[in-house]
């Protein structure tokens, strides 16, 4: 008569031992002197039976990718009892978890040894005055989910500081993270490298800089205010996040990471204003990134076309309206649309879809930014024909924002055409399957046409866009309004 009773209460008992306790997750991680190692001790709640080391890149020395480079990994319960892991390889591992764990292990900091598909200023790299470093590499976290909020303190070398965007705690060297996405998506400096705060389009930035651009800052700040504040105007609002932070050193990719409330950027040169365009469209694409990527997040990798592409359209035309783009630099962006195609559909020979090329991404990156690109034009110029001007591509941005870029709303394909045909009447679907879920190469002379500009192509890189002499006092139009310089 008491078995379901004492079955019910049993369950009841499991139940609660597994039960979260409400505490903080705690991180400590320590740099020796010469910044060869870390190591890290941690207690953490384990939902589930899952750890992992997130975004591990199997590359032919390292067939595990940044997990190589962990070294002495113990996990112990709270009472000081070990506790069985399991390596499965690149990254997870297996644990009796459902409880808090302490965690304890090495990092060999040799990560800019390697070649990573990204690039090392998405991973780790040293310089002469510290270290740049991602927090994939850094943590292990549980891999089903993490509860709570997360207190990570850093031990350094004397005189270094660390550098996050994360809110400190008050205590030295200790800072708040609200998931686990900030605490593993983001990057960090330590060490001695300049470091200036300031605010941007409403959001506080901190920018870190090598020291050989140190004495161009002002050249820089000035350039990130006028990208963040023109995002804001043409987004509606400021991004999920408020608090950012910039890592700038020198590298030979002249390439850049875009992080939840960060980026790392490589510059090839001095940062000279000649430059400015090359390395500043690289900055800029970043920083967009903080609203068209990581507010408004995309339902299915397939529409990375619109994360990675749409966002550097938009770097583009705000950069040429705020006069960091001369109309020369520009008409060569729009070249290199073109150009791009050609080389990616008959010199790459690739034949998939710009929906399918984000799978290799590295690999197709002509197709997944450049198609992207062109779709951004052409419902550019869909939405200001079918509305006479009236209606943009900034328009539906703004529409985007306001109903996708919130934590939890993503949006997708279906959406883009919902919203586009509210705002204009307009359906951009055949527009944008003609361009990303084709194999071939758009013919691109009736778009270019349409502000102003006659395409030339000759052989496979010889691509030039001039002023069409038949233009229409509407396509030139049109070009002005859409990038802000004269026809």
């Keep these: 008569m008491f ?52 975004n591990c890149m199997p590359i032919p020395q390292l067939k595990n990718g940044q997990a190589d480079l962990i070294e002495k990994l113990q996990v112990h319960d709270m009472a000081g009892n070990a506790v069985v892991l399991k390596d499965k390889g690149e990254g997870e ?11 304890s292990y090495d990092i060999r900091l040799e990560h800019d040894k390697y070649q990573w598909p990204g690039g090392n200023e998405e991973v780790s790299y040293h310089t002469d005055e510290g270290l740049m470093s991602v ?72 920018l870190v800089m090598g020291k050989q651009y140190w004495k161009r800052r002002d050249a820089f700040i000035s350039m990130i205010d006028k990208q963040m504040n023109s995002y804001q105007k043409l987004y509606g609002r400021g991004p999920v996040a408020d608090r950012f932070l910039i890592v700038i050193n020198q590298g030979d990719s002249g390439d850049g990471g875009a992080f939840a409330g960060s980026f790392s950027q490589y510059l090839k040169d001095d940062g000279s204003e000649v430059a400015r365009p090359i390395w500043g469209k690289v900055m800029a694409h970043e920083l967009a990134h903080f609203w068209d990527g990581h507010s408004l997040v995309p339902k299915n990798e397939s529409e990375e076309w619109f994360k990675e592409g ?25 070249e290199n649309l073109a150009r791009g195609q050609n080389v990616a559909r008959n010199v790459q020979g690739l034949t998939v879809t710009v929906r399918e090329a984000v799978k290799d991404k590295h690999r197709n990156w002509l197709l997944v930014y450049g198609g992207g690109t062109i779709a951004g034009l052409a419902m550019d110029v869909e939405l200001r024909k079918a509305s006479k001007g009236k209606v943009s591509l900034d328009t539906l941005l703004n529409e985007m924002y306001k109903e996708f870029g919130r934590k939890g709303k993503q949006y997708d394909q279906a959406d883009i055409v919902r919203i586009g045909k509210a705002i204009s009447g307009v359906d951009l679907d055949p527009l944008l399957n003609n361009i990303v879920a084709t194999s071939k190469a758009p013919d691109l002379s009736p778009l270019f046409k349409e502000i102003g500009l006659r395409l030339e192509q000759f052989g496979m890189l010889e691509t030039y866009l001039l002023r069409d002499p038949a233009a229409t006092a509407e396509q030139k139009a049109r070009f002005s309004a859409i990038f802000g310089v004269p026809y």
């Excluded at 644990?95 to 764990?101: A, F, S, Y």
């Excluded at 205590?171 to 609200?178: C, Y």
């Excluded at 749409?310 to 630099?329: E, F, G, H, Q």
């Design 3 to 54: 078995k379901p009773f004492c079955i019910a209460a049993a369950m009841l008992a499991a139940q609660s031992a597994f039960a979260f306790d409400n505490q903080a997750n705690h991180y400590r991680l320590s740099i020796d002197k010469d910044a060869k190692r870390a190591h890290v001790e941690a207690d953490v709640w384990v939902e589930g039976r899952d750890l992992a080391l997130f």
């Design 93 to 103: 591992y297996d644990v009796d978890g459902d409880r808090r764990l302490r965690l």
């Design 135 to 206: 927090g994939y590499p850094l943590f292990i976290v549980p891999g089903e989910k993490m509860l709570g909020q997360t207190e990570v303190t850093f031990d350094l070398p004397i005189g270094w500081k660390a550098n996050t965007p994360w809110r400190s705690t008050g205590k030295p060297g200790t800072f708040l993270v609200e998931s686990r996405r900030e605490l593993v998506n983001n990057a960090f400096f330590f060490g001695t490298a300049h470091a200036e705060t300031f605010k941007a389009g409403g959001v506080e930035m901190t």
């Design 310 to 334: 749409v966002n550097d359209y938009v770097t583009v035309i705000t950069m040429a309206r705020n006069k960091l783009m001369d109309r020369s630099m520009l008409i060569q962006q729009l």
